[in-house]
């Protein structure tokens, strides 16, 4: 992942997990704010494991996120990291994550693909 994208002081994690939303999943929790621009951040807390397997999954995360970033809408994103991740498969993370992103709507319509249909009540 390119370092334009990636969150990085301490002050911008703070500030998306005191004003973003939040939604999870068995593996991770995404926390998002809106923003001018594209940010991604990771965290993987201590109770995952030791220092190797803390930096394995934050590199799978960060290479998980990396198709989807000209997708993503605008804002800043935090991923934390649940104990599942430690032990999940690539393709479990990735679908874990585009999961996540599709809950929250925050991903762009790939070029070719039909946009969202809104309820089955709203037509007329």
């Known amino acids: 992942m390119q370092r ?7 002050a911008q994690f703070k500030y998306v997990h005191r004003r973003g939303t939040s939604s999870g999943s068995h593996e991770m929790v995404l926390l998002y704010v809106r923003s001018g621009t594209l940010k991604v951040g990771f965290s993987v807390g201590k109770k995952i494991g030791c220092a190797v397997m803390r930096n394995r999954v934050k590199r799978r995360l960060r ?3 990396v198709p989807l970033l000209p997708r993503m809408k605008k804002g800043l994103y935090v991923f ?3 104990q599942p991740a430690a032990t999940a498969d690539f393709d479990k993370l990735c679908r874990s994550m585009q999961y996540l992103l ?7 319509p790939q ?5 969202a249909q809104g309820k089955a009540g709203d037509a007329p």
């Open 4 to 10: 334009t994208y990636s969150l990085k002081k301490n």
């Open 63 to 65: 290479a998980a996120c």
């Open 80 to 82: 934390i990291a649940r």
């Open 102 to 108: 599709r809950k929250q709507n925050l991903l762009l």
């Open 111 to 115: 070029p070719g693909e039909a946009p």
